[in-house]
């Protein structure tokens, strides 16, 4: 039985898989292909991340179906509903990259609060000639310590987010729709933890109290952060986004930044890739990673773990 890895698998998933008799194909098929080739090699499972669609087109197209699976939680790349209406199993790993992605925001964090992404453009720059300009333009930096860090979206990865912030010493609040609260538990290195209560909060209530806003909601319709949403938060607020691209209206946050409302802004993703806007990719108050969120190898290793185990149990028997 055939696997079309279309976006890539890590080798330990492709060994599992062959371990259990499965063929894998890691071959990179263009989108506009990708049914053709489905039925033309008898693919039984296409497994994607975020980069190929499997939408009702290539549903239809493709009866010999059996498995769509993504490695990563969202999954708005791919006709759920619909699949599941044709009898195709739909899988994904909600939990395997949670620790990647909250890591990267983090990263975006401490390199917005001290300024990481504008001293590495112009250190190579300046660096031999304006060394103390620099110096001092980049002198008041912050610490995230006794800061308060507002979670929007308190699922799997939101509250490990939240682990991260609270070993920091941060004060932690979240909003989500269908999340009324939350027990965090943070283990220290010599097996002792600590478990934090939290209790989710209205959205208007954590813009106006967090200092840091982090977004981890699914793609959806409209933005969640708006001009309205902007000009309810704190002054200097820093803002993350390593969740979907579409739910930071982009116009209305370099606004803010160029008003000096927003502080700095990390971002992962973008409203258009893989082609975000200039003014989004030359703003010097605004660190960037092209969507690499759940891109480390021990989250891939994890990924790829998990769909070959899901696929192995649906078809291991058919």
């Given at each position: 039985?055939?696997?079309?890895?279309?976006?890539?698998?890590?080798?330990?998933?492709?060994?599992?898989?062959?371990?259990?008799?499965?063929?894998?194909?890691?071959?990179?098929?263009?989108?506009?292909?990708?049914?053709?080739?489905?039925?033309?090699?008898?693919?039984?499972?296409?497994?994607?991340?975020?980069?190929?669609?499997?939408?009702?087109?290539?549903?239809?197209?493709?009866?010999?179906?059996?498995?769509?699976?993504?490695?990563g939680v969202g999954m708005d790349n791919?006709?759920?509903?619909?699949?599941?209406?044709?009898?195709?199993?739909?899988?994904?790993?909600?939990?395997?990259?949670?620790?990647?992605?909250?890591?990267?925001?983090?990263?975006?964090?401490?390199?917005?609060?001290?300024?990481?992404?504008?001293?590495?453009?112009?250190?190579?720059?300046?660096?031999?000639?304006n060394f103390d300009g620099l110096k001092?333009?980049?002198?008041?930096?912050?610490?995230?310590?006794?800061?308060?860090?507002?979670?929007?979206?308190?699922?799997?990865?939101?509250?490990?987010?939240?682990?991260?912030?609270?070993?920091?010493?941060?004060?932690?609040?979240?909003?989500?729709?269908?999340?009324?609260?939350?027990?965090?538990?943070?283990?220290?290195?010599?097996?002792?933890?600590?478990?934090?209560?939290?209790?989710?909060?209205?959205?208007?209530?954590?813009?106006?109290?967090?200092?840091?806003?982090?977004?981890?909601?699914?793609?959806?319709?409209?933005?969640?952060?708006?001009?309205?949403?902007?000009?309810?938060?704190?002054?200097?607020?820093?803002?993350?986004?390593?969740?979907?691209?579409?739910?930071?209206?982009?116009?209305?946050?370099?606004?803010?930044?160029?008003?000096?409302?927003?502080?700095?802004?990390?971002?992962?993703?973008?409203?258009?890739?893989?082609?975000?806007?200039?003014?989004?990719?030359?703003?010097?108050?605004?660190?960037?990673?092209?969507?690499?969120?759940?891109?480390?190898?021990?989250?891939?290793?994890?990924?790829?773990?998990?769909?070959?185990?899901?696929?192995?149990?649906?078809?291991?028997?058919?």
């Amino acid at each position: 039985m055939k696997v079309l890895a279309n976006d890539g698998i890590s080798k330990v998933g492709i060994k599992t898989l062959e371990k259990a008799g499965f063929e894998v194909i890691t071959t990179k098929v263009a989108q506009e292909q990708v049914a053709n080739y489905i039925n033309l090699h008898d693919i039984k499972v296409v497994l994607v991340r975020s980069a190929t669609k499997i939408k009702q087109d290539i549903i239809d197209a493709c009866p010999g179906l059996k498995i769509i699976g993504r490695g990563g939680v969202g999954m708005d790349n791919i006709d759920v509903d619909y699949a599941r209406s044709k009898g195709i199993h739909v899988i994904n790993t909600p939990g395997s990259s949670s620790e990647s992605v909250a890591e990267l925001v983090f990263a975006h964090l401490f390199t917005g609060i001290r300024f990481l992404h504008d001293s590495n453009r112009n250190m190579p720059l300046e660096g031999d000639t304006n060394f103390d300009g620099l110096k001092k333009a980049y002198a008041n930096g912050l610490e995230l310590r006794g800061k308060t860090l507002g979670i929007v979206g308190f699922g799997r990865i939101g509250q490990a987010v939240a682990k991260m912030a609270l070993g920091l010493g941060m004060k932690v609040i979240a909003a989500d729709k269908y999340v009324n609260e939350a027990v965090i538990r943070v283990d220290f290195y010599n097996g002792q933890f600590i478990n934090v209560e939290i209790i989710t909060e209205p959205l208007e209530d954590l813009l106006k109290h967090s200092d840091f806003i982090t977004l981890h909601v699914p793609a959806q319709e409209g933005y969640v952060l708006d001009k309205a949403e902007f000009e309810v938060m704190k002054n200097d607020v820093g803002i993350v986004n390593c969740a979907r691209g579409g739910v930071i209206n982009e116009v209305a946050l370099v606004e803010a930044l160029d008003a000096e409302k927003v502080l700095f802004a990390g971002l992962d993703v973008f409203e258009n890739e893989p082609t975000p806007e200039i003014q989004i990719l030359m703003h010097p108050k605004i660190s960037l990673t092209p969507h690499i969120g759940a891109a480390t190898l021990e989250a891939q290793d994890r990924i790829g773990t998990e769909l070959a185990e899901q696929i192995i149990s649906l078809l291991k028997n058919k």
